[in-house]
């Protein structure tokens, strides 16, 4: 499979000032001022779901269903993959911040709970899928696990990762990455990592419990917020429309689970969108 040009790969993982790039992803630098808390405008969210007890304006895919009043992106049961979107595209050229609440919950115990989930950004359409176990639903079909797939083109994952797959030189069984190839099918492998969290992480996200993602986006770069922490678990240095081909595009989850399994919950969901303030 082909690489995207290098000059995107290069343009994409270029620190902005205030960050430096590190080997597992792009830090601030703790001497600077809080640039970090540069956020999209506080407008009327355009997306917003308390809960998800009527379905509003969501396109769920093969195994995503709503449970209750939460969204389940997978059940746990093995070999499930399952992906949720908003019905419509959303202009994110401006920025956006988008806050939900996750949890998940009845892990195998061989795996101790398997694979994970991610918010993506992608400009392929609302029915968009890739593959199931470590591709998580929006990467590739590994050459080893069928079904071997292609994985959503034209897509950004933030991939809260919960199995360690050594075939994608995955760096722990809790953590968090950024992935795109581009315009090409998506991956969960270590090429298409554009930045990963520091190890290990406070949090173990398959505690059981209920833990709060807040992912800004302001025209380039991308943070990744966790639970309470005020800084940024990571950020990677990124233009939507380089990346994706359009500031234009989908938002919304995708989960897959393989041998091992895990519910893959989303309890809550809310996005805004506009130029950036001081939060
Ligand atoms: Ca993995």
Not at 15 to 26: E, N
Request: charged share 15%; glycine share 12%; with cysteine.
């Amino acid at each position: 499979m082909k690489l995207p040009p290098k000059s995107v790969l290069n343009e994409t993982r270029r620190a902005p000032p205030g960050w430096k790039k590190t080997a597992w992803g792009t830090v601030l630098l703790c001497s600077l001022p809080m640039i970090y808390g540069a956020a999209p405008a506080s407008q009327s969210p355009v997306v917003a779901f308390s809960d998800f007890s009527t379905a509003g304006k969501l396109s769920l895919v093969e195994n995503a269903s709503r449970h209750g009043d939460v969204l389940r992106l997978t059940p746990a049961r093995p070999m499930q993959r399952g992906a949720a979107w908003f019905s419509a595209k959303l202009p994110l050229g401006q920025g956006f911040s988008t806050t939900f609440h996750f949890r998940l919950t009845d892990q195998d115990e061989g795996f101790g709970g398997a694979d994970g989930f991610a918010f993506v950004i992608q400009n392929s359409g609302p029915s968009a899928i890739g593959s199931n176990g470590g591709a998580a639903g929006f990467g590739s079909g590994s050459d080893l696990w069928p079904p071997n797939v292609p994985g959503i083109p034209s897509s950004i994952a933030v991939f809260f990762d919960t199995c360690q797959n050594p075939e994608y030189d995955d760096p722990a069984e809790n953590y968090i990455g950024i992935y795109s190839m581009g315009r090409l099918p998506n991956e969960s492998a270590s090429r298409s990592r554009l930045a990963r969290t520091a190890q290990p992480l406070t949090a173990n996200m398959k505690d059981g419990g209920v833990h709060m993602a807040r992912i800004v986006y302001t025209p380039g770069s991308l943070s990744v917020f966790l639970d309470d922490a005020p800084v940024p678990a990571l950020m990677a240095a990124i233009e939507l429309s380089k990346l994706i081909g359009s500031d234009d595009a989908y938002v919304g989850f995708t989960a897959a689970t393989g041998n091992g399994y895990e519910n893959h919950d989303i309890l809550s969901w809310s996005m805004s969108l506009g130029g950036p303030r001081t939060r």
